[in-house]
């Protein structure tokens, strides 16, 4: 069956661009989850979605990163105005809903900001 | 605060040998879960092993097992009968509110 996808799965930017990163969830899947992961680190927690309601977006690190799922399935990741800092691997991940621990990974979007 | 702790940035184990990644924790919660993920150079997350704290039995999934100490915060992971394909960086996380912690990752480097 279709796991979680993403794309594009590389992605070049120049500094102060904007760049959109797409996130299709397992169908079905209630909850989505979005992660950064900086080169040599784990991943760190963005936000997350409980159908089209984003209930924790604790984790996005400044204004410049919104992260919307409109019809409660497909999610983008739009950040503004790319800063070299925004490099990083950034991981979708989807669950059942009824245990949000169980997570299921998409292979993420490389992003290198210049 | 939730923290995780991978005080090992990198592991070689001889192909069919034993090996123990170490990971400590902390957190101020009784009941949360904790996991160990696999992540080969393709970058997807792979599930390995988790352990619920409420729990005091060990998890075990055919060559992967792990010791989780819950008053020493210790939840370190062996692979025995190691094979090549489990080089990968491994990630342990703990998971409470709806959000995963992760540690900064072994890399596990598998001799033939």
């Known amino acids: 069956g279709a796991g979680v996808s993403q794309s594009p799965r590389y992605k070049v930017a120049k500094r102060g661009q904007d760049v959109a990163l797409r996130c299709d969830p397992i169908?079905?899947?209630?909850?989505l989850f979005w992660y950064q992961q900086a080169l040599g680190q784990g991943p760190e927690f963005l936000t997350y979605?409980?159908?089209?309601?984003?209930?924790?977006k604790s984790g996005l690190p400044s204004d410049r990163f919104f992260a919307e799922r409109p019809e409660g399935s497909v999610s983008t990741l739009k950040i503004q105005r790319t800063q070299q800092e925004d490099s990083a691997v950034y991981l979708c991940?989807?669950?059942?809903?009824?245990?949000?621990?169980?997570?299921?990974f998409g292979p993420g979007t490389r992003l290198l900001v210049l | 605060a939730q923290t995780v702790t991978q005080s090992q940035p990198e592991m070689s184990v001889q192909e069919a040998e034993t090996v123990t990644l170490s990971c400590t924790y902390d957190?101020?919660?009784?009941?949360?879960?904790l996991f160990w993920y696999k992540q080969p150079p393709s970058r997807q997350m792979i599930l390995v092993i988790r352990?619920?704290?409420?729990?005091?039995q060990n998890a075990t999934e055919n060559r992967f097992s792990v010791n989780f100490q819950k008053a020493a915060k210790s939840f370190s992971l062996k692979i025995s009968d190691s094979q090549l394909g489990d080089a990968a960086m491994y990630f342990c996380?703990?998971?409470?509110?709806?959000?995963?912690?992760f540690g900064s990752g072994t890399k596990l480097n598998v001799k033939p």
């Open positions: 991940a989807s669950s059942p809903g009824t245990d949000q621990e169980t997570q299921y």
């Open positions: 352990q619920e704290a409420y729990k005091q």
């Open positions: 957190t101020s919660e009784s009941d949360y879960y």
């Open positions: 996380a703990l998971y409470n509110f709806n959000k995963f912690y």
């Open positions: 169908s079905g899947h209630v909850s």
């Open positions: 979605f409980q159908n089209e309601a984003q209930l924790d």
